[in-house]
């Protein structure tokens, strides 16, 4: 049924192949873009993006869970 649907899943598993593309070539404006859909980071969103620079956090994001960007070396 449409009230069981997790829109949250859902829209994380659209959306991560670009997250990921956008990360790999750190495409900020993009990363911001997305985020502006979501209230919190979630544990795993840029693991291991070794490229990951930098982003911008829209005022959007009320949380960043712990482990959101767990093996980011830059």
């Given at each position: 049924?449409?009230?069981?649907?997790n829109f949250l899943k859902f829209h994380t598993f659209i959306y991560r192949p670009i997250f990921r593309r956008a990360a790999k070539n750190n495409e900020t404006e993009v990363i911001y873009y997305l985020l502006l859909k979501e209230q919190k980071i979630?544990?795993?969103c840029f693991k291991k993006y070794e490229t990951l620079r930098e982003i911008s956090i829209p005022s959007s994001i009320?949380?960043?869970?712990?482990?959101?960007?767990?093996?980011?070396t830059k």
């Open positions: 049924t449409l009230s069981s649907f979630a544990d795993s009320t949380s960043i869970e712990p482990s959101a960007f767990h093996e980011c």
